[in-house]
């Protein structure tokens, strides 16, 4: 006799018990893992499905899916980007996310990704930052203070050895709400009240501003020889923050060409400036920074497989935990052809 299968049930991890396995885990430790995880997966490269993802956008914002798989497994990310929304009190950045066997098509996992994407962008983060920015990196500026901004300081500092960060924000209550959360975690704080203060002696600098617009976070004269930048905010088309004239003499590094042609900071150049991606640094195949001097630039816009990486990380880490619950998700007859049978019965 045919018998309903156990993977009807979908594992589902909810907000709160996202917060208690990342509290179990660590946070720092998370953050590591997953850009191992990051790392791991970009070295794979060529066995990914990749495109760049697909976005639904209004005036106020872009709703997009970002699906991959390796083969073996499927990921695919909903999430929104809203600037608007903080000044209503809600989230940027939502999101919620699925893994599943591409054997059978069945869904393994069901999880909140607001959470994940903030620790999964930090960590993609702290892993450029590792390969690109200069040896020995001690100071980053931290431009934007809103959600992200905590997660990119912890990456940089459990991934990169940076243990002094300097912050800036439009809004000093932002600044000051970022210093506070980031007290007591092992970094040196400095809150700053100009962009220019910020960068004082930084040698890594990250943006992750929001605004849905083409911004100017960063002007050329403010940029000098050896930084590394991190462009994380300008991730939709006509929304950026470095003054092109910076990526203009910026070694770029990028995730997926494609999709970061139309949403990075390289929107404003031309379809064919060089860029170099990440994942051929990662591997070896292609030199990072190439000298001292030389001004590096992170364009990153958040590519499906690191959040295939995170999903997979999550579905890894949950196992033996009480942090999941099983959702009955998949209408799974005993019988596979007698779908209306269940339902007819189920009266
Ligand atoms: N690349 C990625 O993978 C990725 C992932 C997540 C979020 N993001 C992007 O990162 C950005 C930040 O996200 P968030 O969730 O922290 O947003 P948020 O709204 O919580 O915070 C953004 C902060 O930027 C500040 N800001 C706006 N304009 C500024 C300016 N000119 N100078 C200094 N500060 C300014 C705002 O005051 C606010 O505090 C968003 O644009 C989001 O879309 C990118």
Request: charged share 20%.
């Amino acid at each position: 006799m045919l018998k309903a299968s156990s993977r009807a049930l979908v594992a589902f991890v909810s907000v709160d018990n996202m917060m208690r396995l990342v509290h179990h885990i660590g946070i720092a430790t998370f953050i590591a893992d997953l850009a191992r995880n990051i790392t791991e997966d970009f070295a794979k490269w060529d066995q990914f499905d990749k495109t760049p993802r697909v976005g639904s956008h209004s005036d106020v914002g872009v709703i997009e899916l970002m699906p991959t798989s390796d083969g073996v497994l499927y990921g695919f990310k909903y999430v929104n980007g809203h600037p608007k929304n903080m000044g209503e009190g809600l989230q940027t950045v939502t999101a919620f996310g699925v893994l599943s066997d591409v054997y059978s098509g069945y869904p393994l996992l069901l999880t909140e990704m607001t959470l994940l994407t903030a620790l999964r962008t930090a960590a993609m983060t702290a892993v450029a930052t590792k390969h690109l920015a200069a040896p020995g990196a001690t100071t980053m500026a931290m431009i934007g203070n809103g959600a992200q901004s905590e997660f990119q300081c912890l990456a940089v500092k459990a991934v990169c050895g940076i243990s002094h960060v300097r912050l800036y924000d439009l809004d000093p209550a932002a600044t000051a709400k970022c210093a506070r959360n980031l007290d007591g975690l092992g970094l040196h704080v400095t809150q700053c009240a100009s962009p220019e203060e910020a960068i004082e002696g930084a040698q890594v600098i990250t943006t992750a501003t929001a605004d849905k617009d083409m911004q100017t976070i960063l002007t050329d004269n403010m940029v000098g020889a050896g930084v590394h930048i991190n462009a994380i905010g300008g991730d939709c088309p006509g929304k950026t923050e470095l003054h092109r004239d910076i990526v203009a003499r910026a070694h770029i590094f990028v995730e997926y060409p494609p999709q970061t042609r139309i949403e990075g900071e390289i929107q404003q150049m031309p379809a064919d400036h060089p860029v170099t991606e990440l994942w051929q640094v990662i591997t070896g195949q292609t030199q990072g920074r190439r000298s001292a001097a030389e001004v590096t630039l992170f364009d990153g816009v958040g590519f499906a497989i690191e959040d295939f990486s995170a999903l997979r990380y999550v579905d890894d880490r949950i196992k033996d935990t009480p942090y999941y619950v099983d959702l009955d998700l998949i209408a799974d007859p005993d019988d596979p052809r007698d779908l209306f049978g269940m339902l007819k019965r189920a009266r």
